[in-house]
């Protein structure tokens, strides 16, 4: 199994474009979530998802935006990139309802200029 | 790498000694604890984790200890070595977390001297 994926692992956008950062899991993982990680900070949810179709606000999901197609895909859309955007983004999935860790991805840098 | 933990508590052993994280949560209602460890420029990587209903679990150079009376968890790490240079995470899930969601901690930088 690859676990999670996400790609780009960097990117660099300008103030006002708009990107979609991508996550899969190949672990037939119900709950998927989005976290964001600023220098020196601890993670902050910004969305997550229980199941396909399904998704819900965390903490900080001003200016982003999700879907859940499909069980494996959980893409996160922002709009309108703002420097305050500037982050690592952490996708993270976990197999069932407590007393199981979650797996993260590997992380996509972005970098908003 | 990655600039995690310039702002976070720094705990410095020398290599070969013995290493303590601390975290303290808030929810007593938690039942399921977990340290992570994140190296520069990587995602959080799975350590150990422990159920409320325990009070000790070793695994391969590492113990995670948890008392609920004080909401206290730690971590230990034995003959700590440069490779556990890292970001340490403690996280904590309660059975009525919406979602499933972890409660993650603030994380203490490990610097491991030769």
């Known amino acids: 199994n690859a676990g999670v994926t996400q790609t780009p692992k960097f990117r660099i956008l300008k103030i006002g474009q708009s990107m979609t950062l991508q996550c899969a899991q190949d672990?037939?993982?119900?709950?998927m979530y989005w976290y964001r990680q600023d220098p020196g900070m601890g993670l902050k949810l910004i969305y997550y998802?229980?199941?396909?179709?399904?998704?819900d606000k965390g903490e900080v999901p001003n200016g982003y935006n999700v879907s859940r197609s499909t069980t494996e895909d959980f893409p996160l859309r922002l709009e309108l990139a703002a420097p305050s955007q500037t982050s690592v983004y952490f996708c993270?999935?976990?197999?069932?309802?407590?007393?199981?860790?979650?797996?993260f991805g590997p992380g996509t840098r972005l970098l908003v200029l | 790498g990655e600039s995690v933990g310039l702002h976070l508590p720094t705990l410095s052993v020398q290599e070969g000694d013995n290493s303590i994280i601390n975290c303290a949560y808030s929810?007593?209602?938690?039942?399921?604890f977990i340290w992570y460890k994140q190296e520069s420029g990587k995602g959080p990587q799975f350590i150990i984790d422990?159920?409320?209903?325990?009070d000790k679990r070793q695994g391969q150079r590492v113990t995670v200890l948890l008392n609920k009376t004080v909401k206290h968890l730690s971590l230990q790490i034995a003959a700590t070595q440069p490779g556990d240079s890292a970001v340490y995470f403690c996280?904590?899930?309660?059975?009525?977390?919406?979602?499933?969601?972890?409660?993650f901690g603030g994380g203490t930088r490990v610097l491991v001297k030769p």
């Open positions: 993270a999935s976990t197999g069932r309802k407590g007393w199981e860790t979650q797996y």
């Open positions: 672990m037939n993982h119900n709950y």
């Open positions: 998802s229980v199941g396909a179709g399904i998704t």
């Open positions: 929810n007593s209602a938690s039942d399921y």
């Open positions: 422990i159920r409320s209903n325990m």
């Open positions: 996280a904590e899930n309660s059975p009525k977390a919406a979602g499933n969601k972890l409660t």
